[in-house]
């Protein structure tokens, strides 16, 4: 069963800054199947990122995906306002799926 | 559009059952593998339980075997979680969930959640 630890549990940052958020598993995940979602209170998660590093519809480009084996970052290029929210990454190589236990990002 | 929509969810007394749904639209729902996907108040998500296009093949957590029964009715586009046997720690927000076509097999789509509230 992988495990997914994600660094740090709240980044502080202002607005127009650069987020960079860990997601670390405890085996190679495999062909990259890791992705990232946004949560904002009383909402559904959103999809964000799959497949390591490909951008879901609609998500925009300031989000970037990276990573390989047990190691994986998800970069917001420049913090918008809407982007202040919970984020989580979760594997699907390999069963059970399994969540990271989230990145908070909040306004500074 | 695709929408999901749950229902189904409310307070039960521990040891007893309920069964979410979960009325999808927007898109061909016989061809996607399904998933059900809860979180605790004020805590991260947890993967409950999938079920294949076809319903040949299920899965489910540890934390649910042997008391949650995942199952779909294509014809109806409807998804659902028979549970169970519920504990206290089965208070959560439930979310239906799509998995993405292989080989993007995250969840691309989610329902607004049903709050399923255990209590003696």
């Known amino acids: 069963e992988i495990v997914l630890t994600q660094s740090p549990g709240t980044l502080s940052l202002s607005p127009g800054e650069r987020a960079t958020l860990s997601c670390r598993a405890s085996q190679s995940v495999s062909s990259s199947y890791l992705a990232w979602y946004q949560q904002k209170p009383g909402q559904a998660p959103r999809l964000l990122i799959y497949?390591?590093?490909s951008r879901a519809t609609g998500i925009p480009d300031r989000f970037s995906g990276s990573g390989s084996g047990t190691d994986f970052t998800l970069t917001i290029s420049r913090l918008e306002p809407e982007d202040f929210a919970v984020y989580y990454c979760?594997?699907?190589?390999?069963?059970?799926?399994?969540f990271g236990q989230g990145t908070k990002v909040e306004i500074k | 559009e695709v929408q999901l929509v749950e229902s189904g969810g409310g307070l039960v007394q521990t040891g007893g059952s309920l069964r979410l749904s979960c009325a999808a639209s927007g898109f061909t729902f016989s061809t996607y593998n399904m998933s059900w996907v809860r979180q605790a108040p004020g805590k991260g998500l947890e993967w409950v339980s999938d079920?294949?296009?076809?319903?040949?093949?299920?899965y489910n957590a540890d934390s649910v075997k042997g008391r949650f029964t995942i199952s779909r009715d294509n014809g109806k586009n409807s998804l659902y979680l028979q549970m169970n046997t519920l504990r206290d720690e089965d208070t959560a927000v439930y979310y239906c969930a799509r998995i993405g076509l292989w080989p993007h097999n995250a969840f691309d789509y989610w329902g607004q959640g049903a709050l399923v509230t255990v209590s003696s």
């Open positions: 079920i294949s296009s076809s319903r040949s093949t299920k």
């Open positions: 497949g390591a590093s």
């Open positions: 979760q594997q699907y190589g390999s069963s059970p799926w399994a």
